[in-house]
Every structure is written in C-alpha cells, then in structure tokens.
C-alpha cells in the first residue's frame, strides 16, 4: 500500500499530462479544410476540448455538412492526428515531476481519456510516461465518452479501487463532470482559463483557475495527502 492509503489517481491526457490540443487542432483543421472548410479557428476548436474525438468528427459533420461518414472521417483525423502525436506532444514538466512522485510513492495510477487506445499508447511512449502509467482506459472502450463517468469507473476497476478512493485530474469540463458522477474527487487544471467559472469545475474538490501554470508536484502531493487523512476519517 502506498503512502497515501488506498487512493489512486486517474489521468485525463489530453491537456492534462500532455499539451496535444494543438495536434487536435491541426488534424481537424486539415481533415475540415479538404472537405471545403478552409477557415477553421483556434476559437472554434475550443469549444470542442474535453470530448472524445469521435464525438468531435460527428459534431463537425453536423455542423458542416460534411459528405463522408463518420467512420471515414474518424480514420482521417485519426491518421493525421498520430503523424503529429509521435513527433510533436510534450509533457507538462510538473506533470511529468508529479507522476515520477507517486509512482515512487507506490501509488496506483491510470489513464481515463476520451482519445483512441492508438493515440494514448503512442503519446505514452513517446514521451516515456508509460513506463509509469501501464493502466489505460479509452473512450472507444467504454458505452459512453465524458461527460458520462464510464472511463473513470472502469480505469478504478482495473486498478481494483473503489470510486470514492480515486482522485482525478482533468483540464475539461466534460471530464470534471465525469469525475463527478464517477463519485470521484477532482483536482481541476482548466485548460482554458476562460473556462474555468463553468458549473462543471465547480464540483471538483481543487480548482486551478490558471491551469498549468498554477500546478505544481508539491502542491498537488500535499493536497493529496490532506485529502486522504480527511477521508480516512
């Protein structure tokens, strides 16, 4: 048993251990201009952090009217997205200080994230975060993306944890909520400053208005630490 009694932390992954919104952006960006929409913005992409990138094509061929299928539109934004993932995606460095800590705590740790089980085993190798974080759990291999609670709950039942015993960390709304119908405490990183008075962050137990830059190793241990006496009790 670790340190930190029977606590385990899940991991969102996009924005939140890894800046890859950028490499989303582009593969969207790309797949939209060769379907005759040439003026995708940072300011439209964001609107879509947080959910799954199936959930993303759909929502874009809606919007656009896009001719493909969605499986077809999936497997193009896919391919580009891990041409760009396997060259171009770097760790947050307090993130990456964070989870060389727990791992050297023994605490148990997954990741729960919207992205293909492809693109998290690629992001996870590439910059060595795998070695630490073996357990993962993808939106395609759940019922339901966030904000339902599907990839939370099955990331604590591979570890053999019980939901009020794992502590979350997202950047997105979508996620926070998950987190918060998984039964699951949350520590907040909002990706989007300006996002972060959206009702979702409210429910997470630690929220981070300025995200990463307000996130440190240290600090997010001590809260850990407080949070499991005050939950022993």
């Not at 919207?114 to 590439?126: D, K, N, P």
């Given at each position: ?18 800046d ?64 760009l ?97 998984a ?14 008075g ?14 990463q ?21």
């Amino acid at each position: 048993m670790s340190s930190l009694g029977d606590t385990s932390v899940l991991f969102d992954l996009d924005g939140t251990l890894v800046d890859s919104e950028p490499n989303y952006y582009e593969a969207n960006r790309r797949t939209l201009a060769e379907h005759g929409v040439p003026d995708f913005t940072w300011a439209q992409h964001e609107r879509f952090v947080g959910i799954s990138t199936l959930d993303t094509v759909a929502l874009l061929k809606e919007r656009y009217g896009l001719r493909p299928s969605v499986r077809e539109l999936l497997a193009t934004t896919n391919r580009r997205y891990l041409e760009l993932a396997r060259t171009s995606t770097h760790a947050y460095p307090e993130m990456r200080t964070f989870v060389e800590l727990l791992a050297g705590e023994g605490v148990l740790m997954a990741v729960a994230s919207g992205s293909s089980r492809e693109a998290i085993e690629a992001i996870l190798a590439g910059t060595g975060l795998g070695a630490y974080l073996p357990t993962v759990v993808s939106a395609d291999q759940v019922a339901r993306g966030k904000p339902a609670p599907d990839v939370f709950l099955e990331a604590a039942r591979r570890l053999g944890t019980a939901p009020a015993d794992c502590v979350v960390l997202e950047d997105a709304a979508p996620g926070a909520a998950a987190a918060h119908a998984a039964g699951m405490r949350c520590i907040a990183i909002p990706y989007i400053a300006a996002q972060s008075g959206a009702p979702e962050f409210a429910t997470a137990d630690l929220l981070l208005r300025g995200g990463q830059t307000e996130f440190t190793a240290r600090a997010a241990w001590e809260w850990l630490v407080r949070s499991a006496s005050t939950t022993a009790r």
